[in-house]
């Protein structure tokens, strides 16, 4: 009803628009919408989120703060789990994957829930010290504004799928006051392309976007001004790449294997309880592990390593040995991606974007002070914490150029960018020869879903077998006679017939060719049965097969057409020439 009316409400003015407005202004203008809600979205997020945890923090006693670490984290995730329950239906579907699935499979459609269920679960989460960070939140709801916004709109798919992506973009933009970064990300990571028409909509909502990030004083999460760096440290550039790269093959596959033990577990409650434990132990041995971490690596970069091992139970030893400061650096370093993966299987929300540069960053403090602990040489050890952190984004998340942008503009300027270029491209190209696929897309290639880098392959994942399989097939029994196929041949349009038994099940097909001489021997009309004409299929596709890997059966066993089963209960035929008529369908949509 509400949506009648403001359907109605709208259709004078985007009638006007369709006389005065041409739909390249159009679309600019609307990005410009989706940055301001995108940014309003991030700030109000991330202010709140500070502000949450500094109350929280503040308002138990210091003696008692241990403690609370502890506990927090679980209430987080029962809070998130519960409204997870009560106002989402117990779906909320976390991080970019599902939005890049929005993308590829449903015409960059976005749920409307998405509008405030990634940034309410988040908040809880995080704001009670989940080690998880709010940059996938951030770029989902900004891609949910676009998307929805533009069915509002009545825009069209192409341009719905440029505003989903102008929605991500201005998300990270607003983060960091970055908005070369933000549309890099998009492009990366959401969009997985860049043609000339989508770049200035997108640069103006991600500009727009920090626009309302810097009015509101936001600020960014850290900054380092910095305007040289030593040209003899090049070898060690490149080995801080290949620790960068090694350190993000093992964030990607621990993720990946605890959210398969996670979806093993079963119950919501005892997720909550037994993850909530395992995090709380976590931080109360390791407090850099509790929430973002960003303040860490503000430690960091200003020269207050020692901060590591404020108010945990190695505090005592903070003025004895430095190798306690480093344990705790790689233990906190190595821990993180656990701490992310319990918070987010236990049910909580949030991401891997934080929690890589929150990592390479301890990564990048630990070899430089190693280094300088050597004798062999001196080096700036905030160059290699910038430096880790754009390495192992740029692994985790194979995005090199976002990386690199991301780190320029936070450091003030590009004195750093040929280091950072050796770092995340080595990172990046070896990351990449281990786990071809980063922790947004990995679930969806396994799933069959692939839209990146590839325009053919991408096609073809905006289509299913489900809406392409034909059902006007007329089946067949196998106890049915000759004589009763021959009465079917006469009233089908069909030369394939498939034969199932009672249950439905796909037993095997006849074709008009294979039966075709016994179609004049009428003495066996009474005598002869399909399961004696009958043969297998050559293949049989299932319901969630992707149409790549069918297409290509098709072609190696030379056949028009294969039976579709669900289960192995008959479905339909799916045909070649469905298939090719689909691609070319989405072929003309890509091009208008």
């Given at each position: 009803m509400a949506k009648n009316i403001v359907h109605r409400l709208l259709?004078?003015?985007?009638?006007?628009?369709?006389?005065?407005?041409?739909?390249?202004?159009?679309?600019?203008?609307?990005?410009?919408?989706?940055?301001?809600?995108?940014?309003?979205?991030a700030v109000l997020l991330k202010g709140s989120v500070h502000g949450a945890q500094e109350f929280l923090y503040s308002w138990v006693p210091e003696e008692k703060r241990v403690f609370a670490l502890f506990l927090y984290p679980i209430i987080g995730i029962a809070l998130s789990v519960l409204f997870t329950r009560?106002?989402?239906d117990g779906n909320l579907s976390r991080g970019l994957g599902p939005v890049?699935?929005?993308?590829?499979?449903?015409?960059?459609?976005?749920?409307?829930?998405?509008?405030?269920?990634?940034?309410?679960?988040?908040?809880?989460?995080?704001s009670f010290g989940g080690s998880a960070g709010l940059e996938a939140p951030i770029s989902v709801t900004g891609a949910a504004q676009?998307?929805?916004?533009?069915?509002?709109?009545?825009?069209?798919?192409?341009?719905?799928?440029?505003?989903?992506?102008?929605?991500?973009?201005?998300?990270?933009?607003?983060?960091?006051?970055?908005?070369?970064a933000g549309v890099l990300f998009a492009v990366e990571v959401v969009l997985g392309e860049l043609s000339a028409p989508f770049f200035i909509p997108l640069l103006i909502s991600a500009a727009t976007a920090t626009v309302v990030s810097k009015a509101l004083f936001a600020g960014q999460p850290f900054v380092l001004i910095t305007t040289s760096w030593p040209v003899d440290a090049v070898?060690?550039?490149?080995?801080?790449?290949?620790?960068?790269?090694?350190?993000?093959?093992?964030?990607?596959?621990?993720?990946?294997?605890?959210?398969?033990?996670?979806?093993?577990w079963p119950g919501a409650f005892r997720r909550v309880m037994l993850g909530g434990l395992a995090l709380g132990v976590l931080v109360f041995l390791?407090?850099?592990?509790?929430?973002?971490?960003?303040?860490?690596?503000?430690?960091?970069?200003?020269?207050?390593?020692?901060?590591?091992?404020?108010?945990?139970?190695?505090?005592?030893y903070r003025d004895e040995n430095v190798w306690i400061l480093l344990a705790v650096a790689t233990a906190s370093m190595l821990l993180k991606v656990f701490a992310t993966t319990i918070t987010v299987g236990a049910g909580g929300n949030g991401g891997m974007f934080g929690s890589s540069l929150f990592a390479g960053a301890l990564?990048?403090?630990?070899?430089?002070?190693?280094?300088?602990?050597?004798?062999?040489?001196?080096?700036?050890?905030?160059?290699?914490?910038?430096?880790?952190?754009?390495?192992?984004?740029?692994g985790v998340v194979h995005a090199p150029l976002t990386a690199i942008f991301l780190i320029a503009e936070i450091t003030g300027g590009y004195a750093l960018f040929v280091p950072l270029m050796l770092v995340t491209s080595s990172s990046y190209v070896i990351t990449r020869y281990f786990e071809p696929y980063s922790v947004y897309t990995r679930k969806l290639v396994q799933r069959g879903v692939y839209m990146h880098k590839d325009r053919d392959r991408g096609l073809l994942a905006q289509m299913d077998v489900p809406h392409l399989t034909q059902t006007d097939f007329v089946a067949v029994h196998p106890d049915d006679t000759l004589g009763d196929l021959v009465q079917t041949f006469r009233h089908a349009s069909r030369n394939i017939f498939p034969v199932t038994d009672q249950d439905g099940q796909l037993v095997g097909v006849v074709t008009l060719d294979t039966v075709r001489d016994a179609l004049f021997d009428d003495q066996h009309y009474t005598t002869t049965r399909v399961r004696d004409l009958m043969t297998e299929p050559p293949a049989t596709v299932n319901t969630?097969?992707?149409?790549?890997?069918?297409?290509?059966?098709?072609?190696?066993?030379?056949?028009?057409?294969?039976?579709?089963?669900?289960?192995?209960h008959y479905v339909g035929f799916l045909l070649k020439s469905t298939i090719l008529a689909g691609y070319r369908k989405q072929l003309l949509k890509e091009m208008e």
């Open positions: 259709s004078p003015l985007l009638l006007w628009r369709l006389r005065h407005i041409n739909n390249r202004v159009y679309l600019i203008l609307v990005s410009i919408l989706v940055g301001l809600m995108a940014g309003l979205t009560y106002f989402l890049i699935y929005n993308i590829a499979r449903q015409s960059s459609i976005v749920p409307r829930s998405k509008l405030y269920s990634q940034v309410v679960t988040s908040f809880l989460t995080v676009g998307s929805n916004l533009a069915r509002l709109l009545r825009v069209g798919p192409r341009e719905r799928r440029l505003l989903v992506g102008c929605g991500a973009a201005a998300g990270v933009a607003a983060i960091f006051n970055s908005p070369i070898p060690f550039y490149v080995t801080l790449g290949l620790c960068t790269a090694m350190l993000s093959v093992y964030m990607i596959r621990v993720y990946f294997a605890s959210e398969k033990f996670f979806e093993r390791f407090p850099p592990l509790y929430g973002e971490g960003y303040n860490i690596v503000q430690s960091l970069l200003a020269g207050k390593g020692q901060e590591l091992i404020n108010g945990s139970i190695f505090a005592v990564l990048g403090f630990v070899f430089a002070r190693l280094i300088n602990m050597s004798g062999l040489t001196t080096v700036p050890e905030v160059h290699f914490i910038v430096l880790g952190m754009a390495g192992v984004l740029a969630d097969d992707s149409l790549l890997d069918t297409l290509r059966c098709m072609e190696q066993l030379g056949v028009p057409a294969l039976p579709v089963v669900d289960h192995g």
